[in-house]
Each structure stands twice: as C-alpha cells, then as structure tokens.
C-alpha cells in the first residue's frame, strides 16, 4: 500500500520561513520522481517544486529561489523548504510521487502566510 504522509504545514507570518516534509512507504523510493504541488480553491493543483532520481530538480518561476527541495533516499522522505514566504504561497500543499504512469499524492497539508 502506497502512502506519502506529510506532517506539517502550519501558519506563518510573511517573510518567515516554514519546511514541509513527506515520507514515502510502499515504493521504491529512489527511482521516483517527487514533487511539491499547491492548490488553492477554485484553482487548478500547480507544481511548484519537483526532484528527479538523479537529483535534478525544477521550480515554478514564483518561487525559484525562494523555495529548495531536497530528498533523502534512505529515508525516503522528500522535503521543500520554503523562504521568504508571502500571501499568496498560501495553500494546500500536497506531494506526488511519479515513475512512469504511476502516480500518488498525499493528503495535503495546508500552510497559511498571514500579511
């Protein structure tokens, strides 16, 4: 059984800095690609960081270099560390795991940047 949990989220100020994690259980960890993506309502789920098996990753344009994921393959947890926040980084944060066609998502995680 395929399971992302992601402890974490919270509220922040803005210009503060807050650090989501996602543990994996039920796949091979290392061979999937992992991403970050946020939803808020009545908008569409949009990546906003991703970091492949061999370690490269890719940001949305509104938080490069802002936001760094990183994972840790022995641990098989995948984690985005999110700077200088603002307003508008305010949603439901929910991590994907892919290889190939097969894809999951956790839960979501809500992180609320207050002004």
């Known amino acids: 059984q395929v399971q992302l949990v992601e402890p974490g989220g919270g509220l922040v100020q803005a210009g503060g800095s807050l650090r989501l994690a996602c543990a994996a259980s039920?796949?091979?960890?290392?061979?999937?690609?992992m991403g970050w993506y946020r939803q808020v309502p009545g908008k569409e789920r949009e990546l906003v960081a991703e970091?492949?098996?061999?370690?490269?990753?890719n940001y949305a344009d509104s938080v490069k270099g802002r936001f760094t994921i990183s994972r840790d393959n022995a641990q098989k947890m995948v984690y985005l560390q999110m700077n200088s926040l603002k307003p508008e980084d305010t949603a439901v944060y929910y991590c994907?795991?892919?290889?190939?066609?097969?894809?999951?998502w956790g839960q979501g995680t809500q992180v609320t940047v207050s002004s």
């Open positions: 994907n795991s892919r290889w190939i066609s097969r894809s999951y």
């Open positions: 039920g796949i091979i960890f290392s061979i999937n690609t």
């Open positions: 970091i492949s098996s061999g370690g490269s990753t």
